[in-house]
């Protein structure tokens, strides 16, 4: 009675539904399919002929907040050539004790950014079953476009404390995650890509990091170098910071909280604060000349970037690090000097300015949450599929 209406409740293909029974916390719902004329695996003859029967439970997907079993009962053929099988159905894998749509549903569930514990309680299943179908996941890396960059984070997955992130900045795109940032790991990585494929990257974006320039040089011989814009603007933020540190060290300690508290008034641009901030901030400066000048020099950096044309980035930045090699500042002149070596690289950056890892930036914000969720990372592999997931 009424069990059209159960099945298409059910939503399953050929079945019968014969009985529901629930308790508080299962619904067990008893089905049974129609003999068909079968194939057999073996020998590709059909039979009809059933030999036995035998009752499987299938978890499904959770029916009223309720665990739901399929009670099943799966026919065993028997064929002229001697062989015994199962049927086969559509809703069920080869030896799984699940629903395809089961798999399904942790499937898509996997591409958010959520734990392994939670997609288990939403399904209603165990983190190990979870983690079984996320372990038959693959993602292989996509082809490779004009434009590489190389970042590292703090993921601590496998005992490695540094994880690599390759992005497409600008598709925006991330194309795989490697274990460790050890430089002869990274090489046969990048040596395992196909030569023609390499030649094609016109630009490779990195930190003011030796081995990675290294390893563009050897294996992207075709790429311009550009230093990520975040990655040397933030040395002239913790140059001033670094000035306002030490005169705080000097300071008593009302004026010593005040310029601690309000330290962001200083790192802001000055055209960005309101006229409340620009008074303190004025204020701020008033104090010692050292911190002053570095202010300057903060400001006039920042300036550069919003300058049109390449040819007067390049002179005013050059300028900057004159500038800053004589500002009698120690935190400054090291700056200089820094920015003087990777000069070249750091103008790319201007002439450039679509190529950051800005979009890198943004997934990593993602990679944070996710291993904050994950209670600790012991596989590589599991935590590279869940990034890639989620970020693509
Ligand atoms: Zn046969």
Not at 24 to 39: A, F, N
């Amino acid at each position: 009675m009424h069990s059209h209406l159960i099945k298409d409740l059910l939503n399953l293909e050929g079945v019968i539904v014969k009985k529901v029974s629930q308790s508080s916390e299962d619904v067990v719902v008893t089905l049974e399919t129609k003999p068909t004329r079968q194939v057999c695996p073996a020998c590709g003859r059909t039979t009809s002929k059933i030999h036995d029967y035998r009752t499987q439970y299938i978890k499904d997907l959770p029916l009223q907040g309720k665990r739901c079993f399929l009670e099943l009962r799966k026919r065993r053929y028997t064929c002229r050539c001697g062989k015994r099988f199962l049927e086969t159905y559509p809703f069920l894998a080869r030896y799984q004790q699940r629903t395809v749509r089961m798999t399904a549903f942790v499937a898509a569930e996997l591409h958010e950014v959520q734990s392994v514990q939670s997609i288990a309680k939403r399904a209603n299943i165990s983190s190990a079953t979870v983690n079984r179908i996320l372990d038959t996941i693959s993602y292989d890396r996509p082809k490779l476009g004009n434009a590489l960059s190389i970042d590292e984070f703090k993921g601590n997955a496998a005992r490695q404390k540094f994880q690599c992130i390759l992005v497409d900045p600008r598709k925006h795109k991330v194309l795989d995650i490697l274990p460790d940032r050890n430089s002869i790991h990274l090489a046969q990585y990048f040596k395992d890509i196909p030569r023609h494929e390499r030649l094609k990257v016109e630009f490779f974006s990195c930190d003011m990091c030796r081995p990675y320039v290294d390893l563009a040089r050897s294996y992207f011989p075709a790429a311009r170098i550009v230093i990520d814009r975040y990655h040397f603007t933030r040395q002239v933020f913790w140059a001033l910071e670094n000035v306002r540190k030490d005169l705080q060290r000097r300071m008593a300690v009302d004026r010593r909280r005040y310029y601690k508290r309000s330290h962001s008034i200083l790192t802001k641009r000055y055209a960005s604060l309101n006229e409340e901030q620009k008074k303190a901030c004025d204020i701020m400066l008033l104090y010692n000349d050292d911190l002053r000048r570095a202010h300057r020099l903060k400001e006039k950096f920042l300036e550069i970037f919003n300058i049109r044309k390449f040819r007067d980035q390049r002179t005013a930045f050059m300028d900057w690090i004159e500038e800053a090699h004589c500002s009698g500042i120690k935190h400054f002149e090291k700056c200089a000097a820094t920015f003087a070596n990777w000069s070249h690289e750091i103008l790319n950056a201007f002439r450039f300015d679509f190529i950051s890892n800005g979009p890198t930036e943004g997934f990593n914000n993602k990679i944070k949450v996710l291993k904050r969720i994950s209670f600790g990372i012991r596989r590589f592999d599991r935590f590279r599929t869940r990034i890639l997931l989620t970020t693509t």
